[in-house]
Structure formats: C-alpha cells, structure tokens
C-alpha cells in the first residue's frame, strides 16, 4: 500500500479558523504534505488567500464596513483594499442565516481574533518554516471561481502564476500542485509556464465528470482531485462499502487522485469514522493524496498502518 498525500485542507481547519496562520502552521506540525491556499483578489490587485467571494460568514465586515454590501446583501472581498481588509477580525465559519457555528465542536467563533494574509506571505511562511525545519512540505493553491473574477475585471489565474513564478515554483522540482475547477485556467497556465507547473482538476459532485472528459484531463493537468461523493457511494445491503470506478479509471490514465474533502464530524453516508473511510480510499482504492481538516488524524492513520505493515 502505498502512502498518499496528506494535504490540509485551509490548513488544520478542523481546530482553528480556515486559512489562519495559526492552522497553517499547526497542520505544518501535524505532518501535512501539502497547505493548501485558496486564492481570490481584493480590489487593489492583491492576491489573499480566503475561500469565499464574501467576507460575512468568516469575518466582522458588515461590524467595521457598514453599508459597503453589494445589492444582493453581501460583503465581496473584491471591493475591498488589502489595507481595509487587513483591519477585518476573521473567525470560524458561521451559518449567514442564523449566525450560528458551521460545525459547532469546532473552535469557537467568537474567540481570539485572526487576520487575512496573502498568498506572497503565505508561499514565504512555508519556504521559511521549510528551511527551519528542514522539511519540505509543499503549497497547493486553487484558483477560486475565475470566471466570476473575469467578469469583474480581473484574470485571476494569470495573476496567480505571476506569484509562483516570482517565488521559483514554476521551476522543476518545486513541491506544488496549481488546482482549479474550470480547465480553462489551468490550459492557459500550462501554454504559458509548461509541464513543470503540476496542476489538478477539480470535480464538483454536482457537475461530475465524462468519460470523455476525463480522457482530456492528461493533455493540460497531472491529476484530478473529484468530491468524495463521487468515488464513495455509501454501503450496500450486505454493508460493503459502494466504491465507483473513477479513481481507477483516472489512475489508469496516468492520473493521480487527490479527493476531496475528509472531515471526521461531516462523514459520508455508510461511514462510522475517518478511519473506516480511510480503510476505504487508502487500503482499498489507492488514492494518491487526501485532503482533509484533520492532518493528525490522517497522519496517525498512516503511520500506524505503516507500523502494521513492518511486523
């Protein structure tokens, strides 16, 4: 059995708000392979790295910023300067309805106060934590909702590799992998940068994906990284896992498979614990990487597989 990538989801997400830098350097210790690095820009230019267009369900914006809502009544990280989201408190995800917590065990909403970062301090947290400590643990950023960006104006995309290469992770040997929903951006980024940028193809499970589509994926990115929901299918009546053919077929074609997203307290359905999940995707389909909230848990998985596979 091979040992797959543990990439952290927003960093160890599962115990301090998304994409802080207090989660990224705890799933750093907790042995993650990979951070990940949502991207979207701010109106001055800047690259931040924030998984929402909006800033209401993860900071205090519509407290410090009155008024500044677009017409749908939302707060968009594209009208704001670095500067003014810089003095934004950001905090565990809450429900935009009830204010409550999305996951309730999870770090509480109202503790402490945490500040956005871009993705420059990002990549130059993780080469200086690597040179300290001699790991090398990689980045692995998405390009979020670019067309949405394009109609605003902004080619997200091309701006993001001007980052990376501006860093050295368009090099050969650059610990990395470039993800993104939409194939056009990864396209362009292959033309411009060349097969020594890796990137992955992300799979909704509300599109899917074609076997015809599938077949394309090698020609412009090295894997793909589809829901959970479309490689689990929970369990059937004699209480066997449902597995589908995807990771198989994509593995076949040279492929790796990165799913997403493993969290121990939003279980697929037919699934009791991470571990059974994990009995699944890594002892029974081989999946070439796994992201997830719960860096330690995944790590502590492999590792006590690992020693089972010695003796």
Known sequence: MKRPAIIAHRGASAYLPEHSRGAKALAYAMGADYLEQDVIATRDGELVVLHDLELDTLSDVAERFPGRQRDDGRFYCLDFDLAELRQLRFHERIDIDTGAARYPRRYPPRAGAFRIWTLAEEIEFVDALNRSTGREVGIYPEIKNPEWHREQGFDLGNAIVDVLEAHGYTQPGRRIYLQCFEPAPLRAARERV??????????????????????????????????????????????????????????????????????????????????????????????????????????????????????
């Not at 209480?239 to 121990?264: F, I």
């Not at 571990?275 to 997830?292: N, R, S, W, Y």
């Not at 909230?293 to 006590?304: H, N």
Request: aromatic letters at 6%; hydrophobic letters at 45%.
């Open 194 to 311: 060349g097969p020594d940028l890796p990137m992955i193809q992300l799979i909704s499970s509300r599109t899917g994906v074609t076997a015809a589509q599938l077949a394309d994926v090698p020609a412009y990115a090295d894997g793909i990284g589809p829901s959970l929901k479309l490689v689990c299918r929970g369990r059937d009546g004699a209480d066997v896992p449902v597995v589908t053919n995807l990771v198989a077929d994509a593995q076949a074609l040279g492929l790796v498979v990165h799913p997403y997203t493993l969290r121990a307290d939003d279980l697929p359905d037919g699934y009791e614990s991470l571990e059974a999940l994990l009995d699944v995707l890594v002892g029974g389909l081989g999946v070439d990487g796994l992201f997830t909230d719960f860096t330690d848990r995944v790590s502590g998985y492999l590792a006590a597989t690992a020693v089972k596979k010695r003796l």
